[in-house]
C-alpha cells in the first residue's frame, strides 16, 4: 500500500500481511492475477484527484525496484479496471496518470 498522508505518511509504503505470507490476492477476481500478480494499492480516490506527488514517486519507484528484483521485462502492469472479473471498477481512476506512470519504466 502507497500513502496519501492521509493517516499514514505521504509516498509511504507497507507491505499488507498477504506480502509476507505469499497468498494469494483477491481483487481482480480472476486466478491469473490473483495468484501470479503483484497488487498494489495507492490510497485515495483517483475519480476526484490525482495522487500526491510523492505517492506517485513512491510507486513509479516500488514498481521499478519489483521489475528489477524479479526481472520483469517490458514493465507489464495494469490498472484494476483492466483486470477486475465479475464487476466493474473505475479503479484506478480518471484522475490517475497511468500513461506516465508507464513512460520509461522497463
Known amino acids: ?3 496519501n498522508g492521509n493517516g499514514q505518511p505521504d509516498g509511504g509504503i507497507a507491505a499488507g500481511p498477504r506480502w509476507f505470507s505469499q497468498e494469494s490476492g483477491a481483487h481482480a477476481n480472476a486466478t491469473e ?8 494499492c495507492l490510497v485515495g480516490n483517483f475519480e ?3 495522487p500526491t506527488p ?5 510507486v513509479r519507484g516500488l514498481i521499478e525496484r519489483l521489475c528489477a528484483r524479479y526481472q520483469f521485462r517490458g514493465a507489464i502492469f495494469f490498472g484494476h479496471n483492466q483486470v477486475r ?5 473505475a479503479c484506478p481512476g480518471k484522475y490517475f496518470p497511468m500513461k506516465e506512470l508507464k513512460a520509461g519504466i522497463q
Open 1 to 3: 500500500m502507497v500513502g
Open 54 to 58: 510523492a505517492e506517485f514517486a513512491a
Open 33 to 40: 492475477y490473483n495468484e501470479h500478480g503483484i497488487g498494489i
Open 48 to 50: 476526484d484527484h490525482p
Open 85 to 89: 472479473r465479475g464487476g466493474t471498477t
